[in-house]
């Protein structure tokens, strides 16, 4: 599957989502898009016609705020049906703010209030050790998300039991709602605590496909932990004035802007 193309579908779902709903969060979604298309174009073990296949691999969307990335990736990957993306946020429609698995296919698990993910991933990838079962368990943090003590309490959960099943992806773009997660609650050295906690860690770019799919495409025979990806992403990337700027955490591209933003994804007015 062409990647690059789900990327920019995802990117472009996402603008528009937000923009019918008003909603909020298009900077945290941008920055995971290339991550979700990565793992849904090639990594991920799946089958969407049958959602609960016993040996797909699980992800959870830890960082539940930037739902309407998965959601655009199980729709142009086959779950359900593309145009379902335009009920986002309305009354009785199935995609709620924050990722929900009520009546989603393919999702595994509602996130919403962060520090959530790690703790349930943890928890599967055990089971899936226990039960002799081959699939894996990814799992999405955000950076800010490193604040929480339930995701170092599951971190040090899954070395102990040396879950090599288990992958955790930081989206590491070095914002938070309100400020820098340097000026908020400083994680660094962020890979040398992984590392310390009993990880094996691998540093990328986030929005480079290839580095992406090579360090997430682990076999959990080979090794004897967890491991730990985190992704530097620019927060906002894909549409140039959003990028890197806190301002688009609680916005949502409206107007002027959301032409701009439009054409900056390939897409002319008429076309929209």
């Known amino acids: 599957m062409d990647t690059h193309g789900l990327a920019r579908n995802i990117r472009l779902h996402a603008l528009r989502m937000t923009h019918r709903s008003k909603g909020s969060h298009i900077g945290s979604i941008l920055s995971i898009a290339d991550i979700v298309a990565v793992l849904y174009g090639g990594v991920l073990n799946k089958d969407p016609d049958n959602p609960r296949w016993e040996k797909r691999d699980r992800f959870i969307l830890s960082k539940g705020h930037a739902c309407c990335g998965v959601y655009a990736v199980l729709a142009e990957t086959g779950f359900f049906p593309v145009d379902l993306l335009q009920t986002y946020c309305r009354s009785g429609g199935l995609f709620a703010g924050h990722i929900s698995h009520a009546g989603v296919p393919g999702v595994e698990f509602s996130t919403g209030s962060l520090g959530h993910g790690l703790p349930v991933g943890g928890g599967m990838a055990l089971a899936a050790k226990l039960d002799s079962k081959a699939h894996r368990v990814f799992v999405l943090l955000s950076d800010g998300e490193c604040d929480e003590g339930s995701t170092w309490e599951a971190a ?114 008429d076309e929209n």
């Open 156 to 269: 040090l959960f899954a070395a102990h039991h040396r879950l090599s099943n288990l992958v955790t992806i930081i989206d590491y773009n070095k914002l938070q709602s309100l400020g820098s997660v340097a000026d908020t609650l400083a994680l660094e050295p962020l890979g040398q605590k992984w590392l310390a906690f009993g990880w094996k860690v691998t540093e990328v770019d986030g929005h480079d496909h290839e580095s992406l799919e090579a360090s997430l495409n682990i076999d959990p025979r080979r090794q004897e932990k967890p491991t730990c990806v985190i992704a530097h992403t620019v927060k906002g990337k894909g549409i140039s004035f959003m990028e890197d700027s806190v301002l688009w955490h609680y916005r949502s591209a409206q107007g002027d802007e959301y032409q701009r933003a439009l054409e900056e994804l390939g897409v002319h007015a």
